[in-house]
């Protein structure tokens, strides 16, 4: 299926560290797109890589896109308290946005 | 603030109730979402409205009817609903639909309990 299954599902870290978090897919598809959502809220756009990309920037984010092994890492670098949060993939083909369970990230300080 | 706006934001509500949830944006989109989110299951696409025209329902029950009367708002009426109903619901909204790299924007989302 076109969903993105992200891995770990939760992950616990210090402030200071770096967080990875890994998504996986199936189909092909026209880009890839990261959210974050604290706890009750609702998700919140943080980057988009097409595919045709292979690396994206975004202040303390980083994205990666691998399309011959259908995955993509998210990378935060320097993590702060207020990171702690829920992090989704999501992807698009010919379907809306599918997106998968999320990562449960804490941040430890 | 994402510029979507939906309310209320928590809702208790009996199995033979009638509510409506809204969902208003101010970003000048023309197209609009809900979503269902349950604990530890991916979010569910429920509808798509594409200038004001349903364009997607993905085999939703009838007991969820949504109404989209603008391009800036939308609704999702609940009648009989189930205990399994309860979750997050968010609505979404994007300049478009059936374009690629469109990217979402989202309401803080109802918290819907049914008892």
């Known amino acids: 299926s076109q969903q993105g299954e992200e891995d770990p599902q939760a992950l616990s870290i210090q402030e200071g560290e770096n967080a990875t978090m890994n998504c996986s897919y199936k189909?092909?598809?026209?880009?890839l797109q990261w959210y974050r959502q604290n706890s009750g809220r609702g998700l919140v756009h943080l980057i988009l890589?097409?595919?045709?990309?292979r690396e994206k920037h975004s202040g303390r984010l980083r994205v990666t896109l691998d399309t011959s092994k259908k995955s993509s890492s998210l990378l935060i670098t320097a993590s702060r308290a207020a990171d702690t949060a829920s992090y989704f993939c999501?992807?698009?083909?010919?379907?809306?946005?599918?997106f998968g369970k999320g990562t449960r990230l804490s941040v430890i300080a | 603030e994402t510029g979507v706006t939906q309310t209320p934001r928590h809702l208790v509500m009996g199995m033979t109730n009638k509510k409506s949830l809204k969902c208003e944006q101010h970003?000048?989109?023309?197209?609009m979402y809900w979503y269902k989110q349950s604990a530890k299951k991916p979010l569910e696409l429920m509808f798509v409205?594409?200038?004001?025209?349903?364009?997607e329902n993905n085999s939703v029950p009838s007991r969820f009817s949504p109404e989209c009367p603008n391009s800036s708002h939308l609704f999702l009426h609940l009648h009989t609903l189930q205990p399994e109903d309860s979750a997050l619901y968010l609505c979404?909204?994007?300049?478009?639909?059936?374009?690629?790299?469109?990217?979402?924007?989202f309401g803080s989302g109802t918290q819907l309990s049914v008892l």
């Open positions: 979404a909204s994007s300049q478009l639909t059936g374009r690629t790299n469109e990217k979402l924007f």
């Open positions: 189909t092909s598809i026209n880009n």
């Open positions: 890589i097409r595919s045709n990309e």
């Open positions: 999501a992807t698009e083909g010919n379907t809306p946005l599918v």
């Open positions: 970003l000048g989109h023309n197209a």
């Open positions: 409205y594409s200038l004001e025209e349903r364009v």
